[in-house]
């Protein structure tokens, strides 16, 4: 419809909006049909009426939007949402909610990604189909490195808060992957004990100075405030790239198995660390 008012091709047409400092002055109309597509889409997904009941819609879609215009990773909670209802995410949807991530997440979502990448390289949770306890395997490294930012002194050094940090994460993985001794598979340390060390190091290093430092001002009220928004999209970003990181542990297993066995050990141990470079490690 909009195509055919314009005349014009969606991408070249452009519809002017209201000046505010700092932002754009125009959107085209092919970007403008895509955000109320992805909006449309979350708000069907996110919106259960009561049987026999009448949706507002409006009060629906301007609940939405409210979160858009207030959280730059509202694409990421949405998501979240969805799985904490226990309900199935659709390529659809995911999309959708990729979309809004895309065009709004800014630092947010790179810092998100990033955390996220470094949590899977340290430690890759369970695949589970059950969306019940997924938040708390996903955000377990940030919660954690959080709540011991939080309880340090105010003159504890950079490199001191690091090296705790660190310190905490280490242990918290090893004992995980202890519970993995019981019957309940909890998931694997993605890394060697060599390499355990240096990537705590770093997820820690991420927290303290991107994060606390650069955008807190080294403020606990306005880290209190980024974390939540924060932990959305980590949730997501793992949900979306946990099987490529398993994918890519199995891989450097399986590769490290074949040449064990040309090298003539016939037995490989099932409890072993791989290292990045697929090296095994007898954790034993």
């Given at each position: 419809m909009l195509?055919?008012?314009?005349?014009?091709?969606?991408?070249?047409?452009?519809?002017?909006?209201a000046k505010v400092k700092g932002e754009e002055?125009?959107?085209?109309?092919?970007?403008?049909?895509?955000?109320?597509?992805?909006?449309?889409?979350?708000?069907?997904?996110?919106?259960?009426?009561?049987?026999?009941?009448?949706?507002?819609?409006?009060?629906e879609v301007a609940s939405l939007l409210n979160q858009i215009n207030s959280?730059?990773?509202?694409?990421?909670?949405?998501y979240k949402e969805r799985q904490r209802d226990d309900l199935p995410t659709t390529p659809e949807f995911t999309q959708a909610c990729t979309y809004l991530l895309d065009h709004m997440g800014g630092w947010k979502l790179d810092l998100a990604k990033r955390l996220a990448h470094q949590s899977l390289a340290i430690f890759l949770p369970s695949r589970s189909r059950d969306n019940k306890g997924k938040a708390n395997q996903y955000e377990r490294l940030f919660r954690l490195a959080l709540e011991h930012?939080?309880?340090m002194p105010k003159e504890v050094e950079e490199d001191e808060m690091i090296s705790r940090i660190a310190g905490a994460l280490e242990k918290a993985v090893l004992r995980q992957e202890d519970l993995n001794k019981g019957d309940r598979f909890t998931g694997?340390?993605?890394?060697?004990d060599d390499e355990l060390k240096k990537r705590t190091e770093d997820f820690a290093h991420t927290i303290v100075v991107e994060l606390f430092f650069k955008r807190c001002g080294r403020n606990i009220s306005k880290l209190l405030t980024e974390e939540n928004s924060l932990a959305d999209g980590i949730f997501h970003v793992t949900d979306c790239d946990l099987g490529k990181f398993w994918e890519d542990y199995k891989l450097r297993r399986n590769g490290r198995k074949a040449v064990l066995l040309l090298d003539g050990q016939e037995r490989i141990p099932e409890d072993v660390g791989i290292a990045s470079d697929g090296s095994f490690e007898d954790e034993e």
């Open positions: 195509r055919g008012l314009l005349n014009q091709s969606a991408t070249n047409a452009v519809i002017r909006l002055e125009a959107i085209t109309v092919q970007d403008a049909m895509d955000a109320m597509s992805a909006l449309w889409i979350i708000n069907e997904y996110l919106s259960h009426g009561t049987a026999g009941s009448r949706r507002n819609l409006d009060k959280n730059p990773l509202a694409g990421a909670a949405f930012l939080k309880r694997k340390i993605n890394c060697s």
